[in-house]
């Protein structure tokens, strides 16, 4: 594939296309959960020639995968913890997505370290450092990222103005990567339903099949048209994250495998509010703080508290934002203020349940359990080793299948839109004037859909309207809210605006002000007839109240409260209404 074509998309005939095709037939495997670690896991058993499904509650990527730091890192505080077998790997995996397997969307980000004591500091972070970059170069590939260096003071002020300059003595800059998370889940599903993976959103499991101890499948509700089905499979894979014990349950008795759940929250501000040409990395005294450039914002993140409350729907406190906000401006010379917050997101991370009380010290390592047959079980890790977790995860589906199983080629399998992304890249100009689009346009959908962009230059070519970007959040074209509908799996207004696009956390009015353009945008492609925009338009604008006023609350316990008030455009089921 070295265009658009070919790839799969996820559009709603292909949903139900997917739904069909997992009914008719028995698979090899049936993946839950439609994460990052899911959705690799659906790409690595598909490019091994197994026969794979799978299925997500929500939409993709709309628990932990979509609410991270958005960074692809090695972890430079796991080198204090002595981990270094995890750095090393996670930095292997960095330069795979960076040189290989993505490209188009993961890319180079620069940070600052700010030194705060004289004599000691600068030697003991910079060999942390030098390791970091040292171990980023056992890969067999080039590191990717250029190399660190050390900073004076007044050098460090010159790429950072907005830094203090009492609040450090000096400074030392390294580089990591970024990605859009979402967009990236939504990507690997694509390519995975390229290479023949069923792959359905909205399909809740409710229950397990079972022939005598043996999982032989799972019992599925659409949430979307009703009603229920059974999908067989030789082997069910749980890759729900922070729900994998929820899942547990529905099979029966105490699992191998238990996940405690910590809440990360991110600020969103203006570039503008933050005059540097790097990103910063702050020591605080449970973890680090990033400011990490996006776009034309900064995202500042993150916390790391135990949560025990709603795992669909983490809220953030006014304790939380203060806390952030306070952390910041210890070291900035004009200090943010929540009039400066454009967008604030909680998520979890699903850490494996150990001794220490403290989430930030629980493992980020992963665990692959076999609990019973025809039962795989994943858990823990993080998202940029989530390519090594789908690996492992299938070996041991393959481990309970009675067939010989090829080893894992994900590490040479470009994602749709990578390959030719580079050529489109150098030739952006050209394409800025074939298309009439400014070649800025050109760059945004190049590092969105890369070599894809074909399909949504298409859409414009043949109603150049859709070339016009949205009123109220310009920096998307209305091309990419129809394209998310028809491609890219997006099913429900809230879809576009928190993860196909990021305007729920890159404006002010959270996606408020193009609600109605977008869900418009969206009525044809989706079938929704008016009733079912105004519908659209009203569960969002109930979620971001109740967001905005849970982030004005004291505690986590009343801020979850507020938060649950909104409903949701489509339920899952509870507990209380699964059949035994």
């Given at each position: 594939?070295?265009?658009?074509?070919?790839?799969?998309?996820?559009?709603?005939a292909?949903?139900?296309?997917?739904?069909?095709r997992?009914?008719?037939?028995?698979?090899?495997?049936?993946?839950?959960?439609?994460?990052?670690?899911?959705a690799?896991?659906?790409?690595?058993?598909?490019?091994?020639?197994?026969d794979?499904?799978?299925?997500?509650?929500?939409?993709?990527?709309?628990?932990?995968?979509?609410?991270?730091?958005?960074?692809?890192?090695?972890?430079?505080?796991y080198?204090?913890?002595?981990?270094?077998?995890?750095?090393?790997?996670?930095?292997?995996?960095?330069?795979?997505?960076?040189?290989?397997?993505?490209?188009?969307?993961?890319?180079?980000?620069?940070?600052?370290?700010?030194?705060?004591h004289?004599?000691?500091?600068?030697?003991?972070?910079?060999?942390?450092?030098?390791?970091?970059?040292?171990?980023g170069?056992?890969?067999?590939?080039?590191?990717?990222?250029?190399?660190?260096r050390?900073?004076?003071?007044?050098?460090?002020?010159?790429?950072?103005?907005?830094?203090?300059?009492?609040?450090?003595?000096?400074?030392?800059?390294?580089?990591?990567?970024?990605?859009?998370?979402?967009r990236y889940?939504?990507?690997?599903?694509?390519?995975?339903?390229?290479y023949?993976?069923?792959?359905?959103?909205?399909?809740?499991?409710?229950?397990?099949?079972?022939?005598?101890?043996?999982?032989?499948?799972?019992?599925?509700?659409?949430?979307?048209?009703?009603?229920?089905?059974e999908v067989?499979a030789?082997?069910?894979?749980?890759?729900?994250?922070?729900?994998?014990?929820?899942?547990?349950?529905?099979?029966g008795?105490?699992?191998q495998?238990?996940?405690?759940?910590?809440?990360?929250?991110?600020?969103?501000?203006?570039?503008?509010?933050?005059h540097s040409?790097?990103?910063?990395?702050?020591?605080?005294?449970?973890?680090?703080?990033?400011?990490i450039?996006?776009g034309?914002h900064?995202?500042?993140?993150?916390?790391?508290t135990?949560?025990?409350l709603?795992?669909?729907?983490?809220?953030?406190?006014?304790?939380?934002?203060?806390?952030?906000?306070?952390?910041?401006n210890a070291?900035?010379?004009?200090?943010?203020?929540?009039?400066?917050?454009?967008?604030?997101?909680?998520?979890?991370r699903?850490?494996?349940?150990?001794?220490?009380?403290?989430?930030?010290?629980?493992?980020r390592?992963?665990?692959?359990?076999?609990?019973?047959?025809?039962?795989?079980?994943?858990?823990?890790?993080?998202?940029?080793?989530?390519?090594?977790?789908?690996?492992?995860?299938?070996?041991?589906?393959?481990?309970?299948?009675?067939?010989?199983?090829?080893?894992?080629?994900?590490?040479?399998?470009?994602?749709?839109?990578?390959?030719?992304?580079?050529?489109?890249?150098?030739?952006?100009?050209?394409?800025?004037?074939?298309?009439?689009?400014h070649v800025?346009r050109?760059?945004h959908?190049?590092?969105?859909?890369?070599s894809?962009?074909?399909?949504?230059?298409?859409?414009?070519?043949?109603?150049?309207?859709?070339?016009r970007?949205?009123?109220?959040?310009?920096?998307?074209?209305?091309?990419?809210i129809?394209?998310?509908?028809?491609?890219?799996?997006?099913?429900?207004?809230?879809?576009?605006?928190?993860?196909?696009t990021?305007?729920?956390?890159?404006?002010?009015?959270?996606?408020?002000?193009?609600?109605?353009?977008?869900?418009?945008?969206?009525?044809?492609?989706?079938?929704?007839?008016?009733?079912?925009?105004?519908?659209?338009?009203e569960?969002?604008?109930?979620?971001?109240e109740?967001?905005?006023?849970?982030?004005?609350?004291?505690?986590?316990?009343?801020?979850?409260?507020?938060?649950?008030?909104?409903p949701?455009?489509?339920?899952?089921?509870?507990?209380?209404?699964?059949?035994?």
């Amino acid at each position: 594939m070295t265009s658009g074509r070919g790839a799969a998309r996820l559009g709603p005939a292909q949903r139900a296309e997917a739904l069909e095709r997992m009914v008719a037939k028995e698979l090899d495997v049936v993946v839950v959960g439609g994460g990052v670690v899911g959705a690799g896991i659906a790409l690595d058993a598909a490019t091994r020639g197994l026969d794979v499904g799978l299925v997500e509650a929500r939409d993709f990527a709309s628990g932990t995968s979509s609410r991270s730091s958005k960074l692809i890192h090695g972890g430079l505080r796991y080198l204090e913890q002595l981990n270094f077998e995890l750095v090393r790997e996670a930095l292997q995996e960095r330069a795979l997505l960076l040189k290989r397997i993505a490209p188009h969307l993961v890319r180079p980000v620069p940070f600052l370290f700010p030194l705060t004591h004289y004599a000691w500091e600068r030697p003991y972070v910079g060999a942390g450092v030098a390791l970091y970059d040292t171990l980023g170069f056992a890969t067999g590939l080039s590191r990717g990222v250029p190399g660190h260096r050390h900073m004076s003071r007044s050098r460090a002020l010159r790429l950072a103005p907005a830094l203090k300059k009492s609040a450090f003595t000096g400074a030392v800059q390294y580089w990591d990567a970024q990605v859009d998370d979402a967009r990236y889940v939504m990507m690997l599903l694509r390519t995975a339903a390229t290479y023949g993976a069923h792959v359905a959103p909205r399909a809740q499991v409710v229950g397990f099949l079972r022939e005598g101890e043996r999982v032989t499948g799972v019992r599925v509700r659409d949430l979307e048209a009703g009603g229920e089905f059974e999908v067989r499979a030789r082997q069910v894979v749980n890759a729900t994250g922070v729900w994998t014990d929820d899942i547990q349950e529905l099979v029966g008795g105490r699992g191998q495998i238990h996940v405690r759940a910590s809440k990360g929250i991110h600020l969103v501000v203006p570039r503008d509010r933050i005059h540097s040409l790097t990103g910063i990395i702050l020591r605080t005294e449970k973890s680090v703080l990033f400011l990490i450039p996006w776009g034309r914002h900064w995202i500042i993140g993150t916390t790391d508290t135990d949560w025990k409350l709603d795992k669909g729907h983490p809220a953030a406190s006014r304790a939380d934002i203060d806390y952030l906000l306070d952390h910041v401006n210890a070291v900035l010379s004009v200090p943010l203020t929540r009039d400066d917050v454009e967008g604030v997101y909680a998520g979890l991370r699903p850490l494996l349940s150990g001794e220490s009380d403290q989430t930030s010290k629980l493992s980020r390592e992963h665990v692959v359990a076999h609990p019973v047959p025809g039962l795989v079980m994943i858990a823990g890790g993080k998202y940029t080793t989530y390519r090594v977790m789908a690996k492992d995860a299938v070996d041991a589906v393959a481990h309970g299948l009675d067939q010989r199983v090829p080893h894992s080629c994900t590490d040479s399998v470009p994602l749709v839109g990578a390959e030719g992304y580079q050529a489109l890249w150098n030739s952006r100009h050209r394409l800025a004037q074939s298309s009439g689009l400014h070649v800025a346009r050109i760059e945004h959908l190049l590092q969105r859909h890369g070599s894809l962009i074909d399909e949504v230059l298409e859409l414009i070519e043949r109603d150049p309207a859709l070339g016009r970007p949205l009123s109220g959040a310009d920096d998307y074209l209305r091309a990419e809210i129809v394209y998310a509908a028809t491609h890219e799996g997006a099913r429900h207004l809230n879809d576009v605006l928190t993860r196909r696009t990021r305007i729920s956390i890159e404006t002010f009015h959270r996606g408020l002000a193009v609600a109605q353009e977008v869900a418009e945008l969206m009525a044809e492609p989706l079938g929704w007839d008016g009733e079912q925009v105004k519908r659209e338009v009203e569960y969002y604008a109930k979620r971001v109240e109740a967001e905005r006023r849970s982030q004005e609350q004291d505690s986590d316990q009343e801020a979850d409260a507020i938060r649950l008030g909104a409903p949701e455009i489509v339920p899952v089921v509870g507990p209380e209404e699964q059949p035994e």
